[in-house]
């Protein structure tokens, strides 16, 4: 089975500073891990996906995470946040092949006060 | 990118009335889509898994009987909450499983149950 532990409900940083969400997984296998967001009535959209291939992943909106297997970790990063950033973050995580159900994680709501 | 989208985004109906979701993958075909719950201020729950041709798999919990799944195309799965009641009212969300372990999201359908 696969877990995902979301360590913040709620992060408010300044506009301009750098945003930090942090995650922790846990999975029986290779997990693939991602990043969505969720704007208020809106749709969940994918900001960044690990699978496998290299730690450090790149995503939309100058977004990125790090796949740190000995901390069990894939926390988010911006160096800049920008107004429009503010929304709910999940991080997901899928288990074994096959079973391509997310598991996700209780979210991040990030504020952006300008 | 890949587009889901769902029908109707919001009801209303009294309890004991049942309720059709519509969830569309509008531009790749899905053997595998997803269905989710969220509740307010929460995370997303599975709900079931649904494959085109075969019966859905739900979630330890899920009633089978009272959440219907259909996925007759490969472009199309319908939830259908059945005698609906006031607990009932959630936020329903689905996915259509592309690639590479990336699943789409539709922008949900808000019931509310009188």
């Known amino acids: 089975a696969q877990s995902v532990t979301q360590l913040d409900s709620h992060v408010s940083v300044s506009e301009g500073t750098p945003v930090l969400l942090r995650c922790n997984y846990s999975?029986?296998?290779?997990?693939?891990l991602f990043w969505y967001v969720q704007h208020p009535n809106k749709g969940l959209q994918l900001l960044l996906k690990y699978t496998s291939a290299a730690t450090l992943v790149k995503g939309i909106n100058g977004f990125e995470a790090e796949f740190k297997k000995s901390e069990t970790s894939f926390h988010l990063t911006k160096p800049s946040a920008h107004m429009s950033d503010a929304a709910e973050y999940f991080c997901v995580v899928t288990g074994y092949t096959g079973r391509r159900a997310l598991t996700f994680g209780s979210g991040t709501r990030l504020q952006v006060q300008p | 990118g890949a587009v889901v989208s769902q029908h109707p985004s919001r009801v209303i109906c009294k309890s004991g009335t049942s309720v059709k979701i519509e969830c569309r993958s509008l531009d790749f075909q899905a053997t595998t889509m997803f269905w989710y719950r969220q509740f307010p201020k929460q995370s997303l729950m599975l709900m079931a898994t649904?494959?085109?041709?075969?019966?859905?798999?739900?979630e330890q919990g899920v009633e089978k009987d009272k959440f219907l799944i259909n996925h007759a195309s490969l472009t199309l799965s319908t939830l259908t909450v059945t005698s609906a009641h006031p607990e009932d009212s959630s936020f329903y969300i689905c996915?259509?499983?592309?690639?590479?372990?990336?699943?789409?999201f539709g922008p949900g359908t808000r019931l509310l149950v009188l």
């Open positions: 649904s494959n085109e041709g075969s019966k859905a798999t739900y």
């Open positions: 999975s029986s296998y290779s997990p693939s």
């Open positions: 996915s259509a499983y592309r690639d590479q372990e990336t699943q789409y």
